[in-house]
Structures are given as structure tokens and as C-alpha cells.
């Protein structure tokens, strides 16, 4: 897969996607990052960490998050995007599922949206992806947990997003999927969905796993969000071995720890 300027051995490696949320409410660490100052430290510490890609999001989406305008999102995201992009060497993914906030991160030099609702919220993205010649994580969504087959169905909706992809012209080698994992899921089917991912691979892309310090990992375990990491550790070793090659994680140095011993012992 290849993310801005660098090229990801998806098939032989294992990367790690660092989270960096620029926003007062996130889940598990709002406000801790929303000054610049604070974002470039924590950027710079997940770089020394290990990590291969920074993601950055301006508005929370954790469980009954609340939603802001477009103007408001833009205003956070992009004075951290700028100088992150000024001060480090490598590829920012933004988390958005926003149009006008995709084209924005995407102008001020971001190399791949990483869309919770994968092109189904705002097709524009597609168009602005292609556009800018960027990278793009489709995620499985939906807006009511209905599934008939529920594995079978989540495949189903993540072919439709990259048939969108695929409808705008965007190149295979810019592309990978997630299993949405906290979304649209009940805690059973999480599970099921971390169990079975190894089913994604025939879709043919990269995947990519986001578990850290999820609700699912949380009931799971009777612990709170500041205590998940064992829990997030647990999911990141299965995915690997399950045919995963990306992990989107706030902790980046036990991650990527983690993933470097896998590879040692494969």
C-alpha cells in the first residue's frame, strides 16, 4: 500500500497507526491534545515509538458523540495538520467523514482520509481523494445494526464502499479496509467480527484493525478506558495472526513492541 510518499509491505509487515486526537471530548483522551504544542510532543513521542503513520482526528466519534459543524472541525484540524506535516517525516492520515473537511485536510497536504463510513456519508471524498492522488481506509458502517448474516453482510457493505473507490478511479495500492469495530455492533457481534477478520482477506486489500481501548475490550475485561491496554495488546497479536497488517492504537510503543516480536517469531 502506498500512503504519501512511502510504500507499506502489507503483505510482509506489520504497521502502526498512531492516534493523535485534537479534540476536547474523545473517548479516552480528550484535551490532552488539543494544543499544538501538546499535539507535536505527542506526535513526536509516537514517532520515537515506532509508529508509521499518524492518524488525526477533529471531532470525536466515540458513542453518542456529539457532532460539529464542518468550520469547527476544519479550525482544530488544521493548525496541528500544518505543522505536523512541517516538523515530521511522515504520512498523516485524517479521520473524517466530512466532505468539506476531507478537501480541506487533503488541500493542507494530509495523505489519506481514513473514513469511518467508507464513501457512503459523503461521496465527494472520493472525488477529493482522487484528486489529490491520496490513500484512503474504508471502514465498515451502517446506521442501524441490522444484518441478516452478519460477517457475510459486514463484507457485502465493505465491497459497496470499494466499489465507490473503485467508481472515482482510485488505485487498489491506495486503498484498505476496516472492520468497524464499535460500530454499528452489539459487544457479541465486536467479538465476532475481531474472531472471524481473517474473512476480510478476501475482499483483497490491506486491513486494518482499531480496537484500542474500545467499549468491546471494556466490557470484555470490567475495566475502564484507562485500563484496556492488556485487552488492546490481546486483539492487536490476533489480528496479526489473522491476516490484519495495520493497527490504529494510542499506545504505540507496546504495540509496536508486540507486532516487531510476531514478526521475529514468523
Known amino acids: 500500500m502506498i500512503i504519501g510518499n512511502k510504500s507499506y509491505d502489507t503483505e510482509n509487515n506489520y504497521y502502526v497507526m498512531g492516534i493523535l486526537n485534537v479534540t476536547p471530548d474523545s473517548f479516552s483522551d480528550g484535551g490532552k491534545f488539543n494544543s499544538i504544542d501538546a499535539a507535536l510532543k505527542r506526535v513526536e513521542s509516537m514517532v520515537n ?35 505536523v506535516k512541517e516538523e515530521f517525516d511522515i504520512p498523516i492520515s485524517v479521520d473524517t467523514y466530512k466532505g468539506k473537511v476531507a478537501l480541506a485536510a487533503l488541500d493542507a497536504g494530509a495523505d489519506m482520509i481514513n473514513d469511518i463510513w467508507g464513501f457512503k456519508y459523503d461521496k465527494n471524498i472520493a472525488e477529493y481523494v482522487k484528486k489529490y492522488d491520496a490513500s484512503v481506509c474504508l471502514m465498515h458502517n451502517k446506521k442501524e445494526a441490522n444484518y441478516d448474516n452478519f460477517v457475510s453482510d459486514v463484507i457485502e457493505d465493505l465491497k459497496e ?19 468497524g469495530v464499535g460500530f454499528a455492533k452489539s459487544f457479541e457481534q465486536n467479538l465476532e467480527i475481531i474472531r472471524e477478520v481473517s474473512q476480510l482477506e478476501k475482499l483483497g486489500y490491506p486491513i486494518l484493525l482499531g480496537t484500542s481501548r474500545k467499549s468491546v475490550i471494556g466490557l470484555a475485561l470490567d475495566l475502564p478506558v484507562n485500563e484496556r491496554e492488556e485487552g488492546t495488546l490481546a486483539t492487536t497479536i490476533y489480528g496479526a495472526l489473522n491476516g490484519c497488517s495495520i493497527f490504529r492504537v494510542h499506545d504505540v510503543k507496546a504495540n509496536y513492541r508486540a507486532l516487531k516480536m510476531i514478526s521475529k517469531l514468523g
Open 161 to 179: 464502499s470499494i466499489d465507490i473507490a473503485r467508481e472515482y478511479g482510485i488505485s487498489d495500492d491506495k486503498i484498505c479496509i476496516d472492520p
Open 49 to 83: 515509538d515506532g509508529a508509521d503513520i499518524i492518524d488525526i482526528g477533529a471531532e470525536s466519534t466515540r458513542p453518542s458523540y456529539d457532532k460539529i459543524s464542518d468550520e469547527e472541525e476544519i479550525s482544530r484540524l488544521l493548525p496541528v495538520l500544518k505543522r
